[in-house]
């Protein structure tokens, strides 16, 4: 629980950080490492883990989602029955 909103406190941190950098052109092209960093940042401060702690659970968390996110697309193309489609794909 306690990492879950550490993960929720870091990422709006993250937001406020690249909304910060994108207000100022310089800063545009490096805002989503800078949002990044600063989420690493937080989260490290957060749970008291060092920063290579914090990007391995960062890594970990985004292959977590993408599972999850193919899974339910899976079921999702398996199971529900999908519209009839003529032999080119076009219906008029």
Known sequence: MEAGFANLAAGIFAITVLYACALVPLLIMFAPLLAFLA???????L???TMV???AVSV?????????MFLIAGIYLFTIPQPYSHVLGIRF
């Open 53 to 55: 702690e914090a990007f």
């Open 39 to 45: 989420y690493l940042y937080a989260l490290k401060r």
């Open 47 to 49: 749970l008291k883990i």
């Open 60 to 68: 970990i968390a985004s292959l977590v989602f993408t599972a999850v």
